[in-house]
């Protein structure tokens, strides 16, 4: 590829990808030239402050119409900017938090590449949202997914960290094989690597062989993917590296990652296997063909979050059954394929990410408080820290789907995104439902915990700043989207055209 082909692709779409690479790069070189005896705080204000103006620089590309460059493989359409949205303001928040996180072994040592690790997973998200070709996913999908495997493992003087992040790469490596096997599949019968050419070629086969071996592909391709997302039965890696992580780690990997994990989901599946006839042409697309299979694994990994929640005491445990029970709800989205499937997948991540983001903050004040993550230490919390315990019961009767809150809107949406296409999936929703009226009994027991039982000592909370605004914007989000979530539905369709750019 010459000068002049270089010069000749608007990479000014590519601006937010370059910030963030930027600030990765300079964050990494400080840290290797900054005398030890500096705070490395200073490189997470940086960080923070890149991340900003990539969000910024993102809202300034809003309204331009579907554009690629280098030769398609990077593609900047609604889908992408509305994700790369709620990636930007997931990884913000989350920085805030790990400012703020002080374990009792100390992190000063290795601080700094705390934070460039953080943008390098980040930007391995935006690029699997923009991504146009399964090179480019496959490269961001590993960015992303290397750069956790390490920060899994960033207290390395804790055994239950290195536990976690031994877990975290076997499992991650069995599901990216997977994954890749099934991709090689679908390059062998099409040829090309390049989706929507993938797309236009797949609806052209018509040997019955060919159509079995993109059903395997599809098997294989959303197996791997599953292991990503802790999905059952691929979710058992999830409670240790969630408990051993550090607590910014664990916000990141339940919130950003698997938001980067549903985008590659709707990417690959929605663009390559959505018109594929399974029995040659005229015949039923292959997705549907397939969604009992899809519903049986939403409907198993709601009931096994739930119910295992139930019998957990380790509130970072819980919060791990809680997080595979929500990537079920999520499945729904994917299994019904209604209309509205961008939208309500848009925003109960969105929802999610606000609630789940505030619980973490104020999950990690009280663990470093105490010393402890046993859900005990939440007892008296009101009596503690009375602002604390009620955004706590925000943040959890949003998770539990209450009304007035974000959650309960999401999962209404997912409701009626199940309930309008044909055939219905009234079985799923029921489960669904019953789902969520037992994960009350696991919810309502942090509450109990807080508002009910007397608290072992009195000492008072000190909020570090940057803790009280990650949960002061997530009760806000939290209140607003659940009393009036007509305001984010209404930025969502007048800003991206209900993503008809999605298949151009």
Not at 154 to 177: C, L
Not at 232 to 248: I, K, L, R
Not at 407 to 418: D, R
Request: glycine share 8%.
């Amino acid at each position: 590829m010459d000068l002049e082909t270089l010069l000749s692709f608007k990479w000014s779409i590519m601006t937010p990808e370059f910030i963030i690479l930027g600030v990765a790069t300079l964050l990494s070189l400080l840290d290797l030239f900054m005398p030890k005896n500096v705070n490395r705080k200073l490189l997470g204000w940086l960080g923070l402050a890149g991340i900003v103006i990539s969000l910024v620089s993102l809202l300034s590309l809003m309204g331009n119409g579907p554009e690629s460059i280098l030769y398609d493989t990077f593609r900047l359409d609604s889908f992408a900017i509305a994700f790369k949205l709620l990636l930007l303001l997931g990884a913000a928040l989350v920085f805030l938090i790990a400012i703020s996180y002080e374990p009792k072994e100390g992190l000063n040592e290795y601080r700094g590449e705390f934070y460039y690790l953080f943008l390098a997973a980040l930007l391995g998200a935006m690029m699997m949202s923009s991504s146009g070709d399964l090179i480019t996913l496959f490269i961001g999908l590993e960015l992303l997914s290397i750069s956790s495997y390490i920060l899994a493992g960033m207290r390395k003087k804790n055994i239950h960290s290195n536990e976690s992040a031994m877990k975290y790469v076997i499992n991650g490596g069995i599901s990216t094989s997977i994954t890749l096997f099934g991709m090689s599949y679908v390059y062998g019968l099409t040829g090309t690597t390049n989706l929507l050419d993938m797309a236009r070629h797949v609806i052209t086969l018509t040997d019955s062989q060919h159509i079995y071996l993109l059903a395997l592909a599809f098997f294989m391709i959303f197996v791997g993917l599953s292991f990503k997302l802790a999905t059952a039965p691929f979710h058992m890696w999830a409670p240790d590296v969630y408990q051993g992580a550090p607590t910014p780690v664990t916000a990141f990997l339940s919130v950003v990652s698997k938001t980067a994990g549903f985008i590659l989901i709707v990417r690959i599946l929605m663009v390559i296997f959505y018109n594929i006839p399974s029995e040659g042409p005229g015949t039923m697309p292959l997705l549907l063909k397939v969604q009992d299979y899809l519903a049986f694994l939403a409907a198993a990994t709601m009931i096994i979050g739930n119910v295992v929640a139930l019998r957990q005491k380790n509130i970072k445990r819980l919060f791990a059954y809680s997080s595979i029970a929500q990537a079920g709800y999520l499945l729904v989205v994917v299994t019904s394929m209604s209309a509205f499937l961008f939208d309500t997948l848009w925003f109960y991540l969105g929802a999610y990410l606000f609630m789940n983001l505030g619980a973490f903050a104020i999950i990690q004040l009280v663990t470093q408080k105490t010393g402890s993550e046993d859900i005990s230490e939440f007892a008296g919390l009101y009596r503690k820290a009375p602002f604390l315990a009620i955004a706590m019961a925000v943040f959890i009767l949003s998770l539990a789907g209450i009304p007035g809150t974000a959650g309960f809107i999401g999962k209404l949406n997912i409701f009626m995104g199940a309930l309008i296409t044909q055939p219905a999936h009234y079985v799923l929703v029921s489960i669904m439902i019953a789902t969520t009226v037992v994960s009350y009994f696991y919810y309502f027991g942090v509450m109990v915990q807080m508002f009910f039982r007397p608290a072992a000592d009195q000492v008072k909370f000190k909020l570090p700043a940057g803790l009280g605004v990650v949960i002061g914007i997530c009760v806000f989000a939290t209140v607003l989207f659940g009393i009036a979530p007509n305001i984010a539905l209404d930025f969502l369709q007048g800003n991206f055209n209900q993503f008809s750019d999605f298949f151009q």
